[in-house]
Each structure stands twice: as structure tokens, then as C-alpha cells.
């Protein structure tokens, strides 16, 4: 065959897969030249009411350590302890060689915890959701799911190959016509947040459950920031609807209210069965660390025995968002701790960003993608450890920072 020539290739300006890259890192150092950069801050303290950024203490409004118990004793020693018993690590997968006595304990915990039979544990939250939602789906079935579904929830039903209907935010009536529309499916699974995690509004539960009963559809709940925030017992948003026995599959996290590093799936023990031995962000991946699993399990435990820890952070969660709302700020329809101020434009979100943390008060700067276009937001959550003189000086800080950008008149 004769020789085929290659085009011309300039190999001092790198591969061009690589292209991409160079823009992305032109435009963040773009924005620390001009003061704006607003990621990677490095935090030199534990999750506190207070953590000390640059020498500098700030109110930490930006963590999802609801219950503030990343910094209990018990939790902590509960992960020295597990340290000090198992190691480090697992030096393996769940599936061979990774598991251990404490992670069956642990799963057992949870299930009971959430009420379901059985509950498999994840290494982080968003293997959670990849692993559980790509096994559980094939091509002749569909999937459904809120427009604002977290990016982990996208990225599994990406993975399956099933067919993705994305409807309209807190809709069910839109999720309705949907399923009316493809009577064809052989299997439904709809998938929604229970809170939303950027502007803290709560899915309308009980008509998404109403519209997948009348479709035959599973319903899958990611209950990451509403575990041991919402229901009479801290077990989420289908206890506060009082629909745990309506809910298939109850996902959660272990990095927000559970103080520590992963995520777990609970449901019918043949379904757990079956995503134990197929998702493969599960059986591909290192077992969860022993610290990480001993110090999520005191949590649950903590969670149960001080129901006071909840019903104080619902106390700084309606003390903060009445301030804002008396200031003039829009908090959107958020009805949980995680309140949003809504901004609209980009780069106003990171000018009050860094404003706030020259104030001294430490919040999350979200844009699109994470939020629809033109609705920019800094994000702000209580603790149930801050105390009214944080949350006071945090609001100073707000109206300050929100006059000074005419965000508030």
C-alpha cells in the first residue's frame, strides 16, 4: 500500500485534545489576576460555625454539615477507633477482598435507619448514584428526571444507554404527560432529589409518587441533603411526606448531615442483591475506609439519640432566612437550610463572593450549569452548631456586601 502522508502537526503547541484545557486554565487565572477567583479556598480548621481561611476567621456559610458533626467527639473517636482496629484502608473491593464486619454493620444501620430491608454502601455518593442508576437500567427501559437532578444523577442514566426525559423542575404534571406519551417502556425509573441541593427546595413528593403508581414506575429518591434534616426523625423527605413505604429506593450521602465521606442505597433486598453484584463504580472500586464508615455509623447514632441537634438547625434556618427576606434579598423557594440569595448575573456572584469573605463570611458562588442561565446565586446553609451572633454578624456582612451591588436597596 502506498505511503500515506501525515498532515502537518505543530508539536510545540501540544496534542489538541489538550486544547480545551489551556482555555479553561487561561480563564482561572484570569480571574485570580483580577480577584475573583472564588474556588479551592484552602480551609485551615475543621467545619465550624468558624473556619480560619488565610489566617482569617470567617463564618462558614458555605458547608453542608447540617447537624455540625464533623467535629463531634464521638464521631471522631468512633474513626480512631476504626483506624486503630482495621487500618487505613481495605486494599481491595467490596466485591474480594474490601469488606469488612464494620461495613455490614454499617448497611444494616442504614436500612433500619431509612426503613428498608437491605442497604449496600457506597465510596462516595457519586459512585452512589452512577453505580445504582446505571445497573438498574437497560436499553428498553426509561428514565426520569428532574431538570435541576443533581450531576451524578445525569451522569448515571447516561451510562445505562436508556432513553433520558428531563422534565420541567418540580413538575409532575410534565413528568405525567411524559409517561403518557411512551406507553411502550418495558421498565420506569424516575429519579428526583429530595432536596435540592443549590437552592434548597424540596421535591413535591407525594404527586411525582402519584404519577409513577399510575405508570408502574419505580421511584428513586437522593436524599442527600435531606437526611437528618427532614422528618419527625431526621430520616429525610419521604419520612417528612410520610411516604418511606411509597419510595423504592432511598439514596443518601455520608458528607453532609453524616459527617464523613460516602454514600449508600437502600431498598427491596433482591434489588440491593442485584446492584451488590453489578454496579461497577461499587464492585470496580476501593471499599470505603474504615474511618469513613465507623464515623458516618456514629452519626446515624447521634442523629437518632439528639433530636435536639435538628430542632436547633431548623431555629438558625428560619432566624437567617427571615433576616435575609427582611433585608430585601430573593431566597427563592427554598424551605430547608440550604438558602439561596439569588443574583442573576455571573460575575456579580463572584464579586459578592469575594466581598463577603473581606467581610468575613464564607459562601458558595453557583452558576450555570448548577443553577439555569440568568439565575446566578451565592449559596448559603445553616448549621445547628451556629449561634445567633454568627448568623447576626453574617447578616451585616449580607446587607453590606447586597447594597454596595445593588442587589438590596
Given at each position: ?18 486544547n480545551?484545557?489551556r482555555?479553561v ?29 488565610g489566617?482569617?476567621k ?6 453542608n ?44 444501620k442504614?436500612?433500619r435507619?431509612?426503613?428498608?430491608p ?16 446505571s ?10 428526571l ?5 450531576a ?8 445505562s ?12 404534571a410534565?413528568l405525567?404527560r ?6 411502550g ?16 427546595d424540596i421535591?413535591?413528593l ?47 450521602t ?8 460516602g ?6 433486598r433482591?434489588?440491593?442483591?442485584h ?6 463504580s ?42 435575609l ?14 438558602i ?7 460575575d ?25 442561565p ?6 448559603t ?16 456582612a ?11 436597596a
Open positions: 500500500m502506498p505511503d500515506v502522508e501525515a498532515s502537518p502537526v505543530d508539536v510545540t503547541a501540544g496534542p489538541p485534545v489538550f480545551k484545557c482555555v486554565a487561561e480563564r482561572a487565572a484570569a480571574a485570580r489576576a483580577a480577584g475573583v477567583y472564588c474556588y479551592f479556598r484552602p480551609i485551615e480548621s475543621a467545619q465550624e460555625p468558624e473556619v480560619v481561611v489566617g482569617r470567617l463564618v462558614m456559610l458555605g458547608s454539615n447540617y447537624l455540625g458533626l464533623t467535629n463531634h467527639p464521638k464521631v471522631k473517636e468512633a474513626a480512631i477507633q476504626a483506624v486503630r482496629r482495621y487500618g487505613t484502608g481495605c486494599a481491595g473491593s467490596r466485591l474480594l477482598n474490601g469488606t469488612l464486619t464494620m461495613h455490614e454493620a454499617l448497611e444494616d442504614l436500612a435507619f431509612v426503613r428498608k437491605a442497604a449496600v454502601a457506597f465510596s462516595t455518593g457519586f459512585q452512589a448514584n452512577l453505580g445504582v442508576i445497573c438498574l437500567l437497560d436499553r428498553g427501559d426509561t428514565v426520569y428532574d431538570k435541576q437532578d443533581h451524578c444523577i445525569i451522569d448515571g442514566a447516561r451510562l444507554f436508556a432513553p433520558i426525559r428531563k422534565f420541567a423542575h418540580n413538575d409532575p410534565a405525567g411524559f409517561m403518557a406519551a411512551e406507553r417502556a418495558r421498565g420506569r425509573l424516575v429519579v428526583v432529589d429530595g432536596v435540592f441541593s443549590m437552592e434548597g421535591t413535591p407525594p404527586e411525582i409518587v402519584k404519577v409513577a403508581r399510575g405508570y408502574h414506575a419505580a421511584v428513586m429518591v437522593d436524599d442527600a441533603h435531606g437526611l437528618g434534616v427532614l422528618g419527625r426523625r431526621g430520616r429525610g423527605t419521604a419520612e417528612h411526606f410520610d411516604l418511606e413505604g411509597e419510595v423504592h429506593l432511598i439514596m443518601g455520608f458528607s453532609k448531615s453524616l459527617a464523613s465521606i454514600g449508600f442505597v437502600a431498598g427491596e433482591d434489588v440491593i442483591t446492584i451488590r453484584h453489578t454496579a461497577r461499587l464492585i470496580f472500586s476501593a471499599a470505603l475506609a474504615p474511618a469513613a464508615a465507623a464515623a458516618a455509623g456514629a452519626a446515624v447514632d447521634i442523629i437518632d439519640s439528639e433530636p435536639e441537634r435538628r430542632e436547633q438547625l431548623w431555629r438558625n434556618t428560619q432566624f437567617f432566612k427571615s433576616g427576606s427582611s433585608l430585601g434579598f430573593d431566597t427563592g423557594n427554598s424551605r430547608t437550610p440550604v439561596p440569595i439569588l443574583v442573576g448575573d455571573d456579580r456572584v463572584f464579586a459578592m463572593t469575594r466581598r463577603l469573605h473581606e467581610e468575613g463570611v464564607f459562601v458558595n458562588p453557583v452558576i450555570p450549569p448548577a443553577t439555569p440568568g439565575r446566578a446565586l451565592l449559596r446553609s445553616c448549621m445547628a452548631t451556629h449561634t445567633e451572633a454568627h448568623l447576626s454578624r453574617a447578616l451585616e449580607c446587607s453590606r456586601v447586597g447594597r454596595e451591588f445593588g442587589i438590596i
